[in-house]
């Protein structure tokens, strides 16, 4: 029997790619005919039933990092719980969250953050305000210039009248008290004034003489080393002027002065203040070759600031023996132990040379800094005083303040002394977005002159202060008296050194603070302000 016509035809192979078209385009009808219908087409049924390869000709990749609600969730049923009784680890803070009803023990991860939470979210924040003083602190450092700002505008300015400009004269020249009931103009202009008035000497109207370290070379100023006469006749004067000071300081008829050369500056205070019991001097900075001749004068010093060495050093040098003699018996040289040891003379040399060669990089180690304060008290100084007057390099040879001896600086009138104000501008300036009411004093403002200017101001006044300091004089402030402080107290000295000292010139409660031996009175100070809510001051 003959073949069919159907059975004799070759089977017909499509191409997979048009299966998949053929698919696809089934598909898309499908969809399109649910679209209208309302109803949803479940695609991942008819991929599987319908095309085993959909798998994988059409079906994309799913990212495995992708991230979708039902992952999250799953993810989360199969987190183990953890036990309350086990420490709240850090897994637990990242997967738990926190019951706010919860009063466990701090020490967890979970409760820490959660109580820092609350305080941030209910607590108030509690401001804490810096404790004041209600009295003023005593900074023995020389001032070139001093700021005032106050929000208000101050009770007084640079315009003086004449009966202004006379009485604070003469209430300054005087040493009176503007409180006191007196003939004189009593207005805060004149009160003001008298705070300005300075002692100096010499003054030379074309040389600025303080502060000495900052003087620039001036082409045009002349020199007085070059006549000699002129120099001699300057020096002579000088040491009548100390000769006067050092006087009244002895008398207790002036609490302290300055004498300033160029390299270094010497403070003279009177018995009585800051709890010494005799006249003091402190000079800074020093040289080692300024601490030996010192010591060729057979002047006994301190260097209180200085830090000592260890004993393991290996050696001392002569500051940190400075004043001290050797008692009883001679020990034997260095030399002749060396030589019984049998080192030879070239050894020794060497040894010493050595020796010395640290010795003095020791002690030149401290020059022109803080720790080379020198203090010299009671009789000692007197025997300073005379080195002072006859040393020589306290005056400059070259430069421009060639020849001419140190400035003096003093609160009270001594012989050859002029009278001098600081100098005044008044301004007003921008700070932090509000405007501030300005007062500029430029020249040596000595440690009464603050507290003469703050006992004048009123007290519903809040001002601000601000220093430019003469930096080699700061460590006068860092002297400490805690050694000899229980003595003093015991004794009573600083009851009568504030009696003694009644004339020197010092308003009575400024000199009551100023012969107050604790140490906590005394400090550098850079910034003050007094605030009127609470009449206090605080520093910086």
Known sequence: MPDS????????????????????LKLRKKALQARINGSQLNT???????CPFENIFAKKRKNPFLKTGDQKRNKSELIVPLEESTDQTLFKLLNQKASSSQTTSLTTFKNVLNNINNEKLHEEVEIVKAKGETWLPIDWTLKSKVRLLSAKPFPWNQKLKIVEEASGVTAFTRCLNSNT????????NAKFHQCCLYWQQPCLPWLSLFPRSSMKLQENSASVAVNTSIRDSLQLAWSDSLRSLFQLIRTRQCPYFYACANNFTVLFRAAGICGFTDVHALVSPTTRGFRQLLRQEEIDFTMPLKKKRDSDGGYETLDSVAGDKLEGEEEEAPESWLKSMGINEDDIKQINYTQEKL?????????????????VEGVEVHAFYNFLINCKSSTAVTGPLAGIPPTLLAPVAFQGASLNALKVRESKVHVDDADYY?????????????HNLFAINSPEHSVTATFSNVRSTECFSRLKN???RSDVLKKGTAVFGKENLSDCGLL???????????????????????TSENKTYTWS
């Open 438 to 450: 300005s007062l500029d004093l430029s020249g040596p403002i000595l440690p009464s002159t603050l």
């Open 181 to 188: 009931e007196t003939n004189l103009d009593t207005s805060p």
């Open 44 to 50: 991942t049924k008819a991929k599987s039933t319908e």
């Open 508 to 530: 009575p409660k400024v000199l009551s603070l100023f012969c107050e031996p604790d140490d906590s009175c005394v400090t550098n100070v850079e910034c003050l302000k007094y």
């Open 5 to 24: 016509p159907e059975k004799s035809a070759p089977l017909k192979w499509n191409h997979p790619t048009d299966v998949m078209k053929l698919h696809k």
């Open 359 to 375: 010795i003095h990089k020791a002690e030149c180690d401290v020059d022109n800094s803080d720790q080379s304060l020198v203090v």
């Open 482 to 484: 805690s050694e000899r």
